[in-house]
Structures are given as structure tokens and as C-alpha cells.
């Protein structure tokens, strides 16, 4: 493997999740967005993303554990490739994971194959001809095909204490579309991610602020984006969710409790 001269950057994900549920998702997705503080916390917006993710299917021995997810994102014209481990469910009402996130280059894909053999995955070696802006054909001569891929329009808000002017969070209001074969289907949520070590204190805060002002319309949903996809899809192809898409495919209100049965009855 090549890259070995290279600092591999390991961090340690630390977020909570809202998943908004209203016959209106937008609307309160708006409602949010819009908002410039919660209890004792500025929100500074930041400029919207769109973001295209494409994630990769990798098997393999990981210890009996859930296994890692692989993903190549698309900002604009920049390419990013992503490792994250398992879920870990935290004490404050979260969850965290091991993330390597690096610019898409020959380098940053070999740091990512070593780590995945590290964890029991066996990745074989893409082709000697590196595409540097075709990083999903570069996946494709590996092996790795596409099993989720999914469009964010992303509105980021910086979380910073009243009287300071440190960057604890970042809160991101995400319109999610799922393009499933033959059927594409939104979700909104709301994700809150730690950027300092006081950050998770930050985040219990903002959720519960926010859930005291939204009720209903918001709950925690410890689930990431690629493990209610993959409920959601297979769950159509079963037909399980006739009737609970709305007309413009926003999952309805009472879709979420059969996803989360769902996904509860798979672990």
C-alpha cells in the first residue's frame, strides 16, 4: 500500500439526529433553519450545500459487529472518500464512530483500503490507472458497486455559546432524497455534530430546546441516513409502505414508527 508516509487522520464522530415528522416537513425543516438561537446558543448560518453521496457495498469479517460504511461524496467539483465504523450509542443521548474523511487521491484511497483490511474487510487493489475524477469507476475496477446513492441539499448553522465565540456544533437541516430504482423518496432531518470537546454538551441542549419547541414534529432518531435508506428500500420493495408517501415522496408521519419497528426487528 502506498500513503504510509501520510498522517491518517482518525476522528471520532460525535452527533444526534431529529428526524422531522410533519404532514409539512419542509415547512418546519424551513421553520428551523431560520431560527437564530436556541437557549444559550447563537446559530450562525453558513452557506447551503448540496451534497451527492454514493455509498459503497463492503462485506467482510468485522468481528461479529455491524460493519463499516464507504463513501464517495460530491460537493460541487470536490471529491471526497469517507470510511465510518459502527454505531456506538453514547451516554448523552448520541452516538459515535470512527470517521476518516479525506480530498479524493490515489493516497487517501490507499490509506482507506488499509484501514478496511485492518477492520476484516477484504478489498482487492483498484486498477493501476487511477482516474482522479472518476473515483466511482476507480470503485467500480475494485469490487465495490453502489448501494445507496442519495442527493442533500443541506442548510449548516454554527453552533456558538452566548458569550463566546467558539464553534461548540454544527447543526445541519437536511432535505434528503433517496433515489431508489424506480422511486425516489425525501426525508428530512435534523443533524447536530460535535466540532469540540464541549461540543456533546452543546448538542443534548440544542435537542432538547428543540424538541421542547417543535414537540411532535421532531424526535430523536438514532439511525444514520444510510441505515433508514436501506430500511426504507427494502421495505418498499415489499411493499410495506403502501400509502405512506405523500404526493411530493416525503415519507409520512406514521412511516417513521414502522421504520423504526423495522429496523428494531433486524438487529
Known amino acids: ?9 482518525y476522528s471520532r464522530e460525535a452527533e444526534s439526529t431529529l428526524v422531522i415528522l410533519s404532514e409539512a416537513p419542509e ?9 437564530t438561537s436556541i437557549r444559550d446558543y447563537r446559530l450562525l448560518p453558513q452557506d447551503p450545500m448540496m451534497i451527492h ?16 460504511a464507504l463513501r464517495i461524496r460530491e460537493v460541487g467539483a470536490t471529491h471526497l472518500i469517507t470510511l465510518k465504523g459502527p454505531i456506538r450509542p453514547t451516554d448523552w443521548g448520541g452516538i ?10 490515489r493516497d487517501a484511497l490507499d490509506i482507506v483500503f488499509k484501514k ?4 476484516g474487510v477484504q478489498v ?24 445507496q446513492d442519495r442527493e442533500t441539499h443541506r442548510q449548516v448553522r454554527d453552533i456558538v455559546p452566548d458569550d463566546d465565540c467558539i464553534v461548540l456544533a454544527e447543526m445541519a437541516v437536511d432535505s434528503v432524497v433517496y433515489h431508489f430504482t424506480g ?9 447536530i455534530e460535535a466540532k469540540e470537546e464541549a461540543g456533546p454538551a452543546a448538542i443534548r441542549m440544542v435537542i432538547e430546546g428543540l424538541i421542547e419547541m417543535y414537540g411532535p414534529a421532531v424526535r430523536r432518531w438514532n439511525c444514520g441516513k444510510l441505515t433508514t435508506g436501506n430500511a426504507v428500500e427494502e ?33
Not at 2 to 8: A, D, L, P, R, V
Not at 129 to 137: A, E, I, K, T
Request: with cysteine.
Open 1 to 9: 500500500m502506498k500513503g504510509q508516509n501520510w498522517m491518517e487522520v
Open 27 to 35: 415547512a418546519v425543516a424551513g421553520e428551523i433553519a431560520a431560527l
Open 53 to 68: 453521496d454514493f455509498y459503497l457495498g463492503v462485506s467482510g469479517n468485522t468481528q461479529g459487529r455491524p460493519g463499516p
Open 96 to 105: 459515535e464512530r470512527l470517521e476518516i474523511e479525506l480530498p479524493w487521491s
Open 116 to 119: 478496511l483490511m485492518d477492520m
Open 124 to 147: 482487492p487493489e483498484p486498477c493501476p490507472d487511477f482516474d482522479s475524477h472518476r473515483p466511482l469507476n476507480v470503485m467500480a475496477s475494485a469490487g465495490l458497486q453502489v448501494v
Open 183 to 191: 422511486q425516489d423518496i425525501r426525508h428530512y432531518e435534523v443533524e
Open 235 to 267: 421495505m418498499l420493495s415489499k411493499g410495506i409502505l403502501e400509502g405512506l408517501i405523500d404526493s411530493k415522496n416525503n415519507l409520512k408521519p406514521v412511516a417513521y414508527k414502522l421504520i423504526a419497528y423495522y429496523m428494531r426487528r433486524d438487529r
